[in-house]
């Protein structure tokens, strides 16, 4: 059976991520060990939120 091979994601990469019950959009701002960090856009706040997941959470925007 053929597996696909996720793409490694990069700086600038638009994602979608889980954060409490719904799904927001982000920017990744670094990459390292399977982690990344990003910059999340959410309704309501003054600028943007960081954050730190596990790539394997994160979804293609």
């Known amino acids: 059976m053929l597996e696909r091979k996720r ?3 990069h700086p600038g990469d638009r994602i979608r991520v889980r ?3 719904r799904l927001v959009d ?3 701002t670094s990459v390292r060990n399977g982690h ?3 910059s999340l ?5 003054d600028g943007p939120v960081g954050g730190f997941y ?3 959470s ?4």
Do not use: K, M, Q
Not at 41 to 45: A, C, K, M, V, Y
Not at 58 to 61: D, Y
């Open 41 to 45: 856009d959410i309704e309501g706040t």
């Open 7 to 9: 793409r490694s994601l």
């Open 19 to 21: 954060f409490g019950r």
């Open 58 to 61: 994160l979804l293609p925007a």
């Open 26 to 28: 982000g920017t990744v």
């Open 36 to 38: 990344a960090h990003v």
């Open 54 to 56: 596990p790539e394997s």
